[in-house]
């Protein structure tokens, strides 16, 4: 059985093989059932095996092959398959083969179907690696592969130059967090001697007392590999531009399953961050600063997309938050409700935005809910489960956790939960100040054209997994159901919290009030009071504070003007290679001494006559006075 | 017996091809094929009759030849020679292949240059005696310089004169090295002068030694090229026809480096070891620097000229970082450079021969007309950039790890080749595939699309299954580790 795991990612990697090497003459048809039935059969794989683990929750490990053997430096192509890890591979192949069956009808058409297709199930079959890999190397393997597949897809219509930028950023911004990473596995084989994860963490954790220097650097590098792929503070600036790509593939690997990589990584290797507790304190801190600044973002975007990319931003801010006060479990149930309600986000986003003719602005979209019934209620279900409305959605119940378990995390944990709270009622008047805008209030462009099936059946399907995937782990106060925290265990092993029923249904309360004081907000702002917004941005300040908040908090500005430009400006000027200059002026140096000596040779006797004179005078000379 | 047969074999292909010019270009190119298939089942018989012997030496051939001097002709074949002439072979085939429309003009004395340059790499990986290594080395320029200068680019007088006079300058210096070296250790050497095994060991101490060791490690340096003897590179290979630029980058970079790793580190294990610093600095000057400037370039063949800096860089760094992790991760470093920047090479001369430009402000765009060859050129800058699963990965990251263990500094200063290539990596692909379509032109034919083929096959395999290179180079490279430990 354990075969099968190391099996599943085989299957995207046949598809990508075959699309790759001849997906022109495959035929439309073809390439949509290769590309879609190779993620669809992986995905049946992961749930037989789901079926499989549940009976026998045992970890299974399987070894391919060793990678190589240089001087004790053995690391395997050797896969895991435990809890954690079975939960990332069903949230990789369910959504993935969602996505990849709306993508069918979504990209039809498109010059590029078979490429399409091909990078969709490579980065299909990285991210499986990713998180099924037991050594520290193959899972850089993977992270590295998904990096490159989503630099393929952002960049996927490389006519437009602007898309390639994007595609660049995005591959460079995250590839300055992998080499943090690198030089972390660097230090880790160097000091530990191994590179299989399981034995890294014992040999972490026998070898280094809490806070040894080594341990923090070694986690502060992980930390920077992790910042850049999830997007955070300070290295999240690639994620919004990362829009250019097709929106399944937004959803896909800038939604649900790429950028939580840096989740899994903190989480697979938390044994590390529990011996560097100033760095799991900057975990936390970051995610509290990324949360909220994200979210002040998407409550100033005008674009659909670019407000659904910081929300995944500030979304993941949440997750690292609590790896940051050490609730690993909840992390990966936010991680997993996060999946479910932003893919489905992004799939409704696609269909507005793909009917209205590439209409990006919200402002310039309104009234689709008669127009796009379906669309329409899926939206609604993911911005309600993005606000984490209580009881009902999925969203309420991760979230909610994220912030109980920040509350009992002492006075620093207090101040992270209070960023939650602030961040909870700005997702819930961001997201729903799309939903009314898009869907409510006049048309403003008229859609044109229906749904197919393909797209429908994935809306509808994530539509109920965002509604009741929360199930899965609810508070005391409500049936008390810790399925999700129990089935992780072995995994993050640990005292469970201190109970506190009363407490957390206060806190609950209170946090779900925020969430509907948020939606509240975003009504009385977009529906009942339209002019309302105007007014305040009427004053200067209101309106310079609108302006930094929607361009990122001017990152890109600073970083442009800090690192970029000079960098670039150093490049250009010195690209004809200053070291040369030494070589040329060598060169011409001679030239001029042949150019001073060959005058002398004249051809004229008298010269030579006069020369040889001169020179007999001064040897005769030189030797009688010496 | 069979070692001087593998160098007299592409030397006698070179002038068989050359005589049968009149029968025409294909027949040229069968002779050249012909003999390079043929030394490579000379290479293959040898190593499979070979018995691992002591100190992994799989054959030797050592015969008198100016005994009054103390001069042998003495071949030997190890692990770390084998690897470099399979990839001598094979990218030389390739070469051939990809060069088969290219040249037009004179082609039997083309292919006579060629073949006399890798009948120079091969005899350059082989030798054993010093005055033997010398002469080798000498017979590979040659015959490069008048690739470079005949079939060259615009500009390609300059540039064989440049590349000439440096490679020329540093192999000045190992002359007086090597002559200096047999006449100080004759008392210890006897009769075998300049024979390897006889001056290992005793190698002069003191400011003579340091000079002697300096004499060497120039002329090599020039070679990989270290920074800030590069600059003959960027020229030569970019002037040079597709054919001339893969032997390049593929394979006299590494004599450079194979020079370092069997004669300048080995002969004198001392100074090597406290001239480590300063050598892993100029590894380490070589991955940034070159990765810059490669960065900024606008011409295609200049750019990925410009990554080879910076990917020699990371070869420096290994081999004076000394250790077996580095110095595995140093000879699969050289093989996927080979591959990679050979293939870059032969995607960016067959963009110039359809389009005839090779500056990056007139491409872009290739995709929509040249799938095919853009693929190729992605998956090969893709390696070029160090992306797991393909062999430069493996190479750069062993030599950061042994690295690592030996200078931390240097590695993690290194390890921001990393960010560099990238940017690099990516503009090429960007100025040249990518973007609104500028050019466009037939994609590569069947015959390109099997010669990328076998690059990306052998790049994958080293990515994912580097070991038997690793069986293979390991006990020349104990050989080499072990004499220069402190």
Redesign the interface.
Known sequence: MGVLAALIPVLPLLGFLMLFLAGARLGARGIAVVGVGSVGIAAGMALGLTAWFLASPVPVEVSAWTWMTVDGFAPRIGFRLDALSLIMVLVVTVIGVLIHLYSAEFMAGDEGYARYFASMNLFVAAMLVLVLAADLLLLYLGWEGVGLCSYLLIGFWYRDPANGRAARKAFIVTRIGDTAFAIGLLLLFTHLDTTDIQALMGRAQGQWPAGAPLAVAAAALLLGGAIGKSAQLPLQTWLPDAMAGPTPVSALIHAATMVTAGIYLIARTHALFDLAPAVRDAVGAIGAATLVLAAFSALSQTDLKRILAYSTISQIGYMVLALGVGAWASAIFHLMTHAFFKALLFLAAGVVIQRLHEEHDIFRMGGLRQRLPLVFWAFLIGASSLAALPLVTAGFYSKDLILWRAWSAGPFGRALWAAGILGTFLTGLYIFRAVFVVFLGPVRTPPRGGIGPAVAVPLVVLSVLALIGGFVETPDFFGGVPALTDFLAPVFPGPPPPGDPGGEAAASIFAALVALAGVFAAYVAYCRRPAMVATILRHPAAEAMRRCWAAGWGFDWLYDRLLVRPLVATARAGRADVIDAGFDALAAFCRQSHAMLSRWQTGQVRWYAAWIGAGTILTVAISVLA | MMLPWLILVPLMGGALAWAVQRAGGTAVRGVALAALAVDLALVLAVWSKALPAAGGWLADFARPWIPSLGIGLHLGLDGLSLVLILLTLVLGILAVGASWTEIGDRVGFFHFNLLWTLGGIVGVFLALDLVLFFLLWELMLVPMFFLIALWGHEDRMRAAIKFFLFTQGGGLLMLVAILALGVLAAPSAGLRRFDYFALIGHAPGGVTGWLLMLGFFLAFAVKLPA??L??WL?DAHTEAPTAGSVVLAGLLLKTGAYGLLRFAVPLFPAQSHAFAPVAMALGVAGILYGG??A????DAKRLVAYTSVSHLGFVLLGIYAD???AL?GVVMQMLAHGLSTGGLFMVVGAVQERLHTRDLDRLG?L??SMPRLS?AGLVLA?ASLG???LGNF?GE??V??GS??AA?AF??IG??G??VS??YA??LV?RT?????RAAAADFSFGHLAVMAVMVAGLVWFG????PV?DLAGPSLGAVAGTAAP
Do not use: S
């Open positions: 920074v800030p590069h600059t960027p810059m400037l960065f900024a370039q606008d250790n077996r992790l595995q765009g995709w929509a693929a893709l992306l797991p699963g493996v990251f062993l950061l790890l690592w263990a931390p590695a993690a390890a921001l990393l960010v990238v940017v990516l503009t960007q595939f990518h973007g609104p379509a994912l299954y580097p070991q690793f």
